[in-house]
């Protein structure tokens, strides 16, 4: 199962990012510094929770690659993503303000705080759970590296996020709260929710580059 859906994810890597990086619109992180406001109010504040589909921190951005915060971006306002405030802050967006925005984020908060100290090893129970769903295969050496820039890095983000997050693809059928992804809905499914609690506790533990930088004027 794990080769198979590394197998297919190589392929749609494969088939996708020629096109995607033909049409690529490059992002000014100075100009997107300019069109932040409707994220800062989430994203800029330290502990912010969202409430919706369930309570859970919202997730830092700040470090994250700038052509997953594209990808992810496109997908709110596609309909891919389901979740109706991201949706309608991305469907406001022009390709190049989210470009601009995402360029921004990338570079948000680079040495900002120390690297957090190396993590401990898994349990033989949750080294277990990422082998099963070949976690690393795409997410990369300490899942902070993924191997195509549009995949997220993971290592380090919030618990709680990266549960609802996970659970998101295995929903179907409901207008308000998924994800349609075939691949991760793939890897999702093979686990309980409670195995995706175990995975995602363990990821939050890890050092990495993701963190929130409060605005100036939430400090």
Not at 26 to 34: R, S
Not at 74 to 89: D, L, P, Q, S, V
Not at 184 to 195: D, L, P, R, V, Y
Request: overall charge positive; charged content about 20%; hydrophobic content about 35%.
């Amino acid at each position: 199962m794990n080769k198979l859906l590394t197998t297919l994810f190589s392929l749609a890597v494969a088939a996708v990012t020629a096109t995607s990086y033909a049409q690529e619109v490059k992002g000014d992180a100075k100009a997107g510094e300019k069109k932040i406001a409707m994220c800062i109010g989430c994203h800029g504040i330290k502990g912010y929770q969202a409430s919706f589909p369930e309570v859970y921190r919202v997730p830092m951005i700040s470090g994250q690659g700038a052509k997953y915060i594209t990808a992810a971006l496109n997908a709110y306002r596609g309909g891919e993503r389901k979740h109706g405030t991201m949706r309608a802050i991305a469907s406001s967006m022009s390709d190049q303000d989210i470009a601009d925005v995402s360029a921004f984020y990338e570079a948000h908060g680079k040495g900002a705080a120390p690297a957090g100290a190396p993590a401990a090893p898994p349990t033989a129970r949750v080294d277990a759970l990422l082998k099963k769903g070949g976690c690393v295969a795409c997410h990369g050496d300490n899942f902070s590296k993924p191997i195509d820039p549009s995949y997220p890095k993971v290592g380090g983000q919030h618990a709680d996020y990266v549960f609802v997050a996970l659970k998101s693809y295995k929903t179907e059928g409901n207008t308000q709260v998924g994800r349609s992804n075939g691949i991760m809905a793939g890897i999702a499914k093979q686990f309980s929710n409670t195995e995706l609690k175990e995975l995602s506790s363990y990821l939050a533990t890890l050092p990495g580059d993701l963190r929130v930088v409060p605005e100036s004027r939430f400090r």
